[in-house]
Nanobody, 126 residues
Framework: QVQLVESGGGLVQAGGSLRLSCAASGRTFSNYAMGWFRQAPGKEREFVTTISWRGGNIYYADSVKGRFTISRDNAKRTVYLQMNSLKPGDTAVYHC???????????????????WGQGTQVTVSS
């Protein structure tokens, strides 16, 4: 069964850091662009960052640019999200997602992602 499993969330003070991981199983992970999205209570799920299948193309939402870093290790079938200088506004459930199509360059559009993890909670206290 194909699945994505996130880990690494938790409670952190403003200014702190967390590293999220998303482990993939059941498919050829290295052929697919990946993305991170987040959803705060009462809000729509929003784009955070995306990385192409080879890792050469990366895009960030303006709200996290300069603070968050996405990376992937295809040998470990894992994508990471390093989050630094966290703010209370970053509080959300963070989901990783895999592109519907192989060999993509990444996307900010939710509809382009066909496989989602269950999410991991990130809470930033002020």
């Amino acid at each position: 069964q194909v699945q994505l499993v996130e880990s690494g969330g938790g409670l952190v003070q403003a200014g702190g850091s967390l590293r999220l991981s998303c482990a993939a199983s059941g498919r050829t992970f290295s052929n697919y662009a990946m993305g991170w999205f987040r959803q705060a209570p009462g809000k729509e799920r929003e784009f955070v960052t995306t990385i192409s299948w080879r890792g050469g193309n990366i895009y960030y939402a303006d709200s996290v640019k300069g603070r968050f870093t996405i990376s992937r290790d295809n040998a470990k079938r894992t994508v990471y999200l390093q989050m630094n200088s966290l703010k209370p506004g970053d509080t959300a459930v963070y989901h990783c997602a895999a592109d519907r199509s192989a060999y993509g360059l990444g996307s900010a559009l939710r509809a382009n992602f066909g496989l989602w993890g269950q999410g991991t909670q990130v809470t930033v206290s002020s």
